[in-house]
Structure formats: structure tokens, C-alpha cells
């Protein structure tokens, strides 16, 4: 994790909390790029859930992620095997910077308060992908297999917090539009209290 979509990553976790309180557990964490149909074969197979990690990256933001020209707001999503819907309505994802472009989410749940802390370190090096091999160190989001859990000692990455990924698990966002400059310093006035984060939600994805 770290800085997107023009906000600092100590503002999204603020917002991503206010929607986790609205949703009753349930918020949405948008990424980059996609897992493909892996993670569904794999969470079906789990039952429905798999665990999530969200560690803060050990390097800076890039320019584009800190200071965009453009920001879209979603309202839709696709999962890989053609399955669509809109979004809960107390989920906001902004990100990506052109509606025409493929930009994604994770449908994540968590009984606990999402705060950034230190919950124990993590060393990739220890997990595999589904192929066996072993992460990239420019995979961002990534589905891996912890074949060494006791060996996770000497990562260098520090769990911030966890979470439970739930269905409909990974999916490509549809419907996506740019945020006007106004909407966009609206996102970025928001404290955290719950009656101004539903009224952003319906504002911006205008529902």
C-alpha cells in the first residue's frame, strides 16, 4: 500500500475505515492490476475466503500515484468469469486515471478497525505463486501460497493490517468516469465522520 489517486495512504485507510463501518465489515480496495481467475478457483475452493495481507511498501510512491492529473470514480464491476453487478452502496474506489482503462478491486471484509500498525513482519521469499515461482519484486498485489510460515522473521515488509477477501473477491471496475477538481478536494476534505461519508459516497457516484 502507499499513496493513490492523489491521496496519502494515512487518508485512505481513514476512508477505507469509514466505509468498512458503513458496510457493516465490508469494504472494497482498489488496485492496479489483475489477479486473473486464479483467485477465484482458489477462494471457491477455500470456501469463499481467503486471507488478506496489506503491508506499506518499502519504496516511495510513484508521481503518477502522489499527484495524478486525473482521477475516475466507479460504480460497476465484472469478475473474470463474466459475472457483473454494481458496488455496495457505501463503497467509494477512486483510482485510475482514464475510465477506458482496466482498473480493479478487491471485495474485502474485516470484523477489526483498519488502522495501520505493526502486526509482524513478511518475507515474499517465503511464498510462491499458483505457478511455484516466486513473487516479483514489483508485483504489488499478488496471490500467494506461504510454504515456509515459520520463516518469516527477517522480511522486510511489516503487516499493517489484515483482512478476509470475500466474494466476489477480485473484479475489473465498469462504469468509471473523471472526478471534477471540486469532487475530487471533496474526497480530500473528508474526516471520517459516518453521516458525511454516506453523503460523499451518494454525491460522487451520484446515486
Keep these: 500500500?502507499?499513496?493513490?489517486?492523489?491521496?496519502?495512504?494515512?487518508?485512505?485507510?481513514?476512508?477505507?475505515e469509514a466505509e468498512r463501518q458503513a458496510g457493516e465489515g465490508i469494504f472494497w480496495w482498489g488496485i492496479?492490476?489483475?489477479?486473473?481467475?486464479?483467485?477465484?478457483?482458489?477462494a471457491q475452493d477455500a470456501g469463499g475466503e481467503l486471507p488478506l495481507?496489506?503491508?506499506k511498501m518499502l519504496s516511495k510512491p510513484k508521481m503518477q500515484d502522489e499527484a495524478p492529473e486525473h482521477v475516475c470514480v466507479w460504480n460497476g464491476w465484472r469478475r473474470a468469469d463474466g459475472k457483473c453487478g454494481e458496488l455496495p452502496e457505501t463503497v467509494l474506489i477512486t483510482g485510475g486515471s482514464d475510465p477506458a482503462k482496466p482498473y480493479y478491486a478487491l471485495s474485502c471484509q474485516s470484523a477489526e478497525k483498519l488502522a495501520?500498525?505493526?502486526?509482524?513482519?513478511?518475507d515474499p521469499k517465503q511464498c510462491r505463486t499458483r505457478l511455484g515461482k516466486m513473487p516479483g519484486s514489483s508485483q504489488v498485489t499478488c496471490?500467494?501460497?506461504?510454504?515456509n510460515p515459520k520463516a518469516h522473521s527477517n522480511g522486510l515488509y511489516r503487516v499493517g493490517f489484515r483482512a478476509t477477501l470475500v466474494s466476489p473477491w477480485s473484479v475489473r471496475l465498469t462504469d468509471g468516469r473523471l472526478l471534477t477538481k471540486d469532487e475530487?478536494?471533496?474526497?480530500?476534505?473528508?474526516?471520517?465522520?459516518?453521516?458525511?461519508?454516506?453523503s460523499l459516497v451518494r454525491t460522487l457516484r451520484r446515486i
Design 53 to 55: 495481507l496489506f503491508s
Design 32 to 42: 492496479g492490476s489483475s489477479l486473473g481467475t486464479a483467485v477465484l478457483d482458489v
Design 1 to 16: 500500500m502507499e499513496a493513490a489517486g492523489g491521496e496519502s495512504l494515512t487518508k485512505i485507510i481513514l476512508r477505507k
Design 143 to 147: 496471490l500467494l501460497r506461504n510454504t
Design 184 to 198: 475530487r478536494n471533496a474526497v480530500d476534505r473528508f474526516a471520517g465522520a459516518q453521516d458525511d461519508w454516506l
Design 116 to 122: 495501520l500498525a505493526d502486526h509482524g513482519s513478511f
